[in-house]
């Protein structure tokens, strides 16, 4: 090639996309000048396509395939002209060859399951889209994966649907998209994102997976379990996929299995640092404290930045850290390959750190830094309880709920609702006590069918459809409850708990699908709670702990909810103050059996030695004899809660009851 052809080619292909005209003159300079040049006729073969001159594109493209039948840019360009053309199958064949030509460029498998799935070969279309499912995102998709690490879901899914407008079936784009609509709530539209992305591409594992995580996210477990299964099947070494099988074996109960498959796990790979620390977490959940600890120390020596195994220790809440744990934590947060998230976590394990050396300021500061960073990464608007409250206000009143009966009337739900950090895992340990009734774990049930009435996301409304539900259609909801929690009960015993405390938005939707159920109110000094809910990052939710005035708000809204339902449903909740409960726990655990209509059971005095799996914040703490110690950990740090005293307002004064009107 002439250093003048050369020149041309590369001055037209930096024109290609923006002046397809300017370019097929230089090109044709250059074949002047060099009339064998081969890149210089395949790049007009471009330029001319570009410019809607097929015909003309088409013979270059053949010129080129019959010069060079071995060259893949020359059978990648043949392909790409017949299928627009509408030759399929003519345009399939060449795809194909091309892609035995160079089988690692990523795209060659979307544009070869494109003519294939419009040849009517859907087998082949599928394998060809799984194929390309297997590369890394093309160029065209980083600014949106640029997007999604940057948490901008908004302009990721902005771009992912222009890119799709132009290439429908990019599975790779699809499944993108659907972790952009699942990071702003919208659920469904994710879910069908994943299943059209599987449609496409049955063997596309990275979808799968991600529909098996979002499905156990959503609480639909013997779902998710299928999609783990299908993994396996597929390939049943993949670590991820045998992961995701714990991960859910672990939200089924199955602690013992979940245990089994860690440990093979971490037989094949042991220096896999998220496995040993996951591999930590089921430990903690079945109590073997030390076990636990050994496991996430396992995970820092492997991986020293994992800020989620750094709190996972803090998490335990009876763990110390020595001085050299806290040197090693500092030195991490110096590191500039630090994530977001393992910057985040390593704060609230440091804040834990001071705490426990009574260094107020230094913890103080560590949490807020910690917090501040999260918010900051998060998209949430702390208007849309006091929304969910004056909707509910005006909707649910005494009249509407008189003038409905029915339902499922099944008595076997315990919901235990309030805030975080108010109680309730005490609460659960004390019931689950019983002969009668089988703790559970936080379930997602409720708000899965939220979902489904319209309340996909935080600020979607759903009270104004609860109005339109037929007697049949609440006793269906209720049954289905029912239904979808039944997987977790492992025990047989007539009872079973549901501590869920963000449950207390759903307490009308709850008795007009469940009329019999019983639902505890955990309540604790709001100072107190407030506290503890701040230096908690929590796993997931609860955006509104991150900043004070928020939290104080949240607060006052919850006790406004609440004092609603008292009103319009008298006697429906039953409360249960904290300070109450652990400084004489006796009479008030008695209250409770008589509310849930269950006889008293001495071991409902002795919570901490049932033997069972707890998975909150509190498992340690609720392995420990009641007691009131604690009660008043909150006030060294009075003086700079300033902003939540103010936010909480007269809700503090008039505590345990609330405000007037």
Known sequence: MSAAASALVAEALKLLNADAAKAEALLRAALQADPRNDDAQLVLSEALRKKGDLVEALKFARQQ????????????QLGIILGEQGEALAASLALKRAA???????????????QLKNAGDAKGAQDAYAQYGAFPPEPNLRAAEAALQDNDAAKAEALLRAHLQRL????????????????????????????????????????RHALGQLLMGLGRLEEADAEAEKLLRLDSRNEGSRRLKAAILVALGENDQALKVYEKLLKDSPRHAGTWMSYGHVLKTEGRFEDGVE???????????????????????????????????????????????????????????????????????RYSEGAALYRSSIDYDPAWLASLVEATEKTLTKAFFAERSGGCEAQDPIFIVGLPRAGSTLLEQILASHSMVEGTMELGDVNAIVSELGGARDADPYVDKLPGLSADQRKALGETYLRTTRVQRKL????????????????????????????????????????????????????????????GAYYRNYVRLMQHYDEVLPGRVHRVIHEDLVH???????????????????????????????????????????SAKGLDSWKPY????????????????FYPNAPPR
């Open 100 to 114: 035995e030509l160079n089988p690692r460029h990523p795209t060659i498998w979307r544009e070869l399951g494109d």
């Open 295 to 365: 496991a996430y120390r396992r995970s820092v020596v492997l991986d020293p930045k994992l800020g989620v195994a750094w709190f996972s220790l803090a998490n335990l809440k009876t763990f110390k850290f020595s001085d050299d744990d806290l040197k090693q934590m500092e030195a991490q947060l110096e590191r500039a390959d630090l994530s977001t998230n393992d910057r985040v976590n390593l704060l609230y394990a440091l804040g834990k750190a001071h705490e426990d050396s009574k260094r107020v300021e230094a913890a103080f500061a």
């Open 584 to 626: 004489d726990p006796e009479p008030h655990i008695r209250a409770l059996l008589q509310y849930c209509g269950l006889p008293f059971e001495e071991a409902c005095l002795s919570p901490h030695e049932t033997q069972r799996a707890v998975k909150t914040a509190s498992s340690e703490q609720v392995r420990q004899p009641i």
């Open 638 to 653: 009075e003086p700079c809660l300033g902003p939540l005293r103010e936010a909480l307002g007269d809700v503090v004064d």
């Open 168 to 207: 429908p079936n990019d599975i790779v784009a699809i499944r993108l998209l659907s972790e952009a609509q699942a990071r702003v709530g919208n659920s469904k539209d994710a879910e069908a994102s994943l299943r059209r992305a599987l449609d496409l591409a049955p063997g596309f594992g990275y979808a």
């Open 492 to 551: 047989g015993r007539p009872l079973f708990i549901n501590k869920m405390p963000n449950d207390f938005r759903h307490i009308g939707l709850i008795h007009l699908i469940l009329p019999n159920a019983k639902i505890i109110d955990a309540r604790r000094h709001p100072m107190a709670c407030g506290w503890s809910c701040f230096k908690q990052h929590f796993a997931m939710g609860q955006h509104y702990t991150y900043e004070m005035s928020e939290l």
């Open 65 to 76: 395939v019959e010069a060079r039948p071995q060259w893949f840019g020359a059978q990648r």
